[in-house]
């Protein structure tokens, strides 16, 4: 049992959470297609021999046609990687002189460019969405394909082992590419329902407050802070397409535990006051709404009158905070802020403990506890990636068992 904090009343309630590979040669090109390529993507290999690409399917009219090599090898490069610039804004330089600068790389951002994928994006999107979809799901990528690694792959994995006729949606210009194929083939060929695409963020943006705030942005008149823009854009996106669609948000640094089904109109707490035991900050890494829901409204309002690109978490797991402790005894918004055991059992300054194996029967005996605690409580762990990407997934380990427990496909967990 684990209790939430319930909006839709001013009281709380109490709910339960929920190869070896044969050496015969006549079988290795079966293999290939499958195992080989997954190897390939996540591993972040360009392939060696282009030459085996003479006839390109162009993604953007939908036909094929024969290219020189020359031309299918840079082709190939782009879906490696859609820009290598370095778009980290400049420190320790005036507001007008970082204006200056992101005026300069602004035509390279992916994100504000209008092209034949993006203007697809509704239309393929509605017609993802008509297949049945058990949960709608929604993740954000704006870095290049070729960072989408296996910890992220860790993540798409145990969200179709827990929900198998779901759909996801990853909102990414890099992952709607040749490259971000090769990454989902895998879940793909078990038929499971993913799909990378392009985002029209100026369709995702129109008649929501977020709207002239992008325009003005795109202008290169506006201040984009000295945090990565990618970030902040992220933020914003995730809210826009569950406003504009309604389903679950989820971050590519999960796992996931439970099924999310009987979840709506949900936000996690990251941390609870010890005293009151109320919730002291919200995270936006799990967002679960209904489509046009008022509360996401208000999330993108707050984002449009209050962004500022220079405070880490301003716009994102601040931003929800002020807003949810604003409204939270308003009418008119109903939703429900669930513990931190819901989606972020461990906090970030805790996330390595997960990682070792266990060195002697206390810390066995500890782990068996939590993993017990985890699977009943929890609906999914987050890894924190900025603090865990570093260390090794050691066999034993809490991480380790949770992704062996809840994977569908199963590769490189150790070396994740």
Not at 93 to 111: C, G, K, S
Not at 216 to 236: R, W, Y
Not at 252 to 275: C, E, H, M, Y
């Amino acid at each position: 049992m684990t209790n939430m904090f319930e909006f839709r009343t001013l009281g709380r309630a109490k709910t339960p959470i929920f190869s070896t590979i044969s050496c015969a040669a006549a079988f290795m090109l079966l293999i290939f297609a499958d195992s080989f390529i997954y190897n390939l993507s996540l591993h972040s290999i360009a392939f060696g021999t282009k030459e085996n690409f003479p006839v390109v399917y162009n993604r953007e009219t939908g036909g094929a046609r024969q290219i020189p090599l020359n031309s299918v090898k840079e082709v190939v490069e782009r879906d490696y990687s859609e820009d290598q610039r370095n778009f980290n804004p400049p420190i320790n330089v005036t507001e007008e002189e970082r204006i200056a600068w992101f005026r300069t790389v602004l035509p390279e951002f992916e994100i504000f460019k209008s092209t034949r994928l993006t203007q697809q994006f509704e239309g393929r999107v509605r017609s993802f969405f008509n297949g049945k979809c058990e949960v709608r799901f929604f993740m954000t990528w704006i870095s290049p394909a070729e960072s989408f690694g296996r910890r992220e792959f860790i993540a798409m994995d145990s969200l179709f082992k827990a929900h198998p006729h779901g759909c996801l949606t990853i909102l990414s210009p890099t992952l709607d590419s040749r490259l971000g194929d090769r990454i989902l083939k895998p879940l793909q060929d078990r038929e499971f329902r993913v799909l990378a695409v392009a985002p029209d963020a100026s369709f995702l943006f129109k008649d929501t407050p977020a709207e002239a705030w992008f325009v003005e942005m795109k202008s290169g008149n506006k201040d984009p802070g000295e945090i990565p823009l990618a970030q902040n854009l992220s933020n914003l996106l995730r809210l826009a397409v569950l406003y504009k669609y309604g389903g679950v948000y989820l971050d590519t640094d999960f796992i996931i535990l439970n099924k999310f089904s009987s979840l709506r109109n949900t936000i996690g707490a990251q941390s609870i006051d010890p005293v009151s035991r109320n919730w002291s900050r919200l995270n936006n890494a799990v967002l679960i709404f209904d489509k046009n829901h008022p509360l996401v409204y208000k999330f993108i309002e707050e984002f449009a009158l209050t962004f500022d690109g220079n405070k880490w978490g301003h716009n994102g797991p601040y931003l929800v905070s002020r807003v949810v402790n604003r409204v939270a005894r308003r009418p008119g918004y109903n939703f429900t802020v669930l513990p931190p055991m819901a989606f972020y059992p461990v906090d970030w300054n805790r996330i390595g403990d997960y990682f070792p194996r266990p060195k002697d029967q206390v810390t066995s005996k500890w782990l068996e506890t939590k993993l017990l605690q985890l699977g009943k409580e929890a609906y999914g762990v987050h890894l924190w990636n900025k603090q865990s990407s570093k260390l090794k997934i050691e066999p034993g380990s809490i991480i380790a068992r949770l992704i062996l427990d809840h994977c569908s496909i199963c590769e490189h967990v150790y070396s994740s």
